[in-house]
């Protein structure tokens, strides 16, 4: 069964850091496409990035509010995702999930229960 | 991209059909077969229900069926139970992901 379990939120400043952790199980991990995924408070889901598995070159592609200050890395010897989260500002409140994605359809097929993350002075 | 379109809520009966609209552009529904849908209970993890615009994955009921016409694509859910009472959002993929804002399925 796969099991995705977010860690790492928390209460932050604006300008401040953070790093979400994912721990992964039930299946290849090295191998997998990995997304995280965030709910803001009210409103809808906004895609924040996905990194490609080990054997397609495991890059990296962020959605544009983020780009330039979140960085998603895995760490395949522990099964964990991270999302590194830099510059924070406000308006990245929210719920932060991991998901796995199915490879050539694209969608997010098994979700972690999230993580949250609160921006604030 | 700008998020796609959906009713803000929809409701209907046990044992009834309903159908969650999708609309976003030629750009995104409209070009790609990469719609898919999600079932959120609150304080639980979202569920894939949709793929590929009209496939199920393993162990989601045959009531849930998706299509698309054009720039919409519609989720129908039939023979209403309480338990799929929650929020639904769309997704479709164009090179980056933009999602729905959200409906919520009431069962009356």
């Known amino acids: 069964e796969v099991q995705l379990v977010e860690s790492g939120g928390g209460l932050v400043k604006p300008g401040g850091s953070l790093r979400l952790s994912c721990a992964a199980s039930?299946?290849?991990?090295?191998?997998?496409?990995m997304s995280w995924v965030r709910q803001t408070p009210g409103k809808g889901l906004e895609w924040v990035g996905r990194?490609?598995?080990?054997?397609?070159?495991?890059?990296?592609d962020y959605a544009a509010p983020v780009k330039g200050r979140f960085t998603i890395s895995r760490d395949a010897s522990k099964n964990t995702l991270y999302l590194q989260m830099n510059s924070l500002k406000t308006e990245d409140t929210a719920v932060y999930y991991c998901?796995?994605?199915?490879?050539?359809?694209?969608?997010?097929?098994?979700w972690g229960l999230g993580t949250m993350v609160t921006v604030s002075a | 991209q700008s998020a796609l379109t959906q009713p803000r809520s929809v409701s209907g009966s046990p044992g009834q059909s309903v159908t969650i609209s999708c609309t976003g552009t030629?750009?995104?529904?409209?070009?790609?077969?990469?719609v898919s849908w999600y079932q959120h209970h609150p304080g639980k993890a979202p569920k894939l229900m949709i793929y590929?615009?009209?496939q199920r994955p393993s162990g989601v009921p045959d009531r849930f069926s998706g299509s698309k016409s054009g720039n919409t694509a519609s989720l129908t859910i039939s023979g209403l139970q309480a338990e799929d009472e929650a929020d639904f959002y769309c997704?479709?993929?164009?090179?980056?992901?933009?999602f729905g804002g959200g409906t919520k399925l009431t069962v009356l």
């Open positions: 030629s750009s995104d529904v409209g070009s790609y077969n990469y």
């Open positions: 590929d615009v009209s």
């Open positions: 997704c479709s993929y164009a090179g980056s992901w933009v």
């Open positions: 998901t796995s994605l199915l490879r050539f359809s694209h969608a997010f097929d098994s």
């Open positions: 039930g299946f290849i991990f090295s191998n997998a496409w």
């Open positions: 990194m490609k598995g080990k054997t397609d070159g495991g890059t990296t």
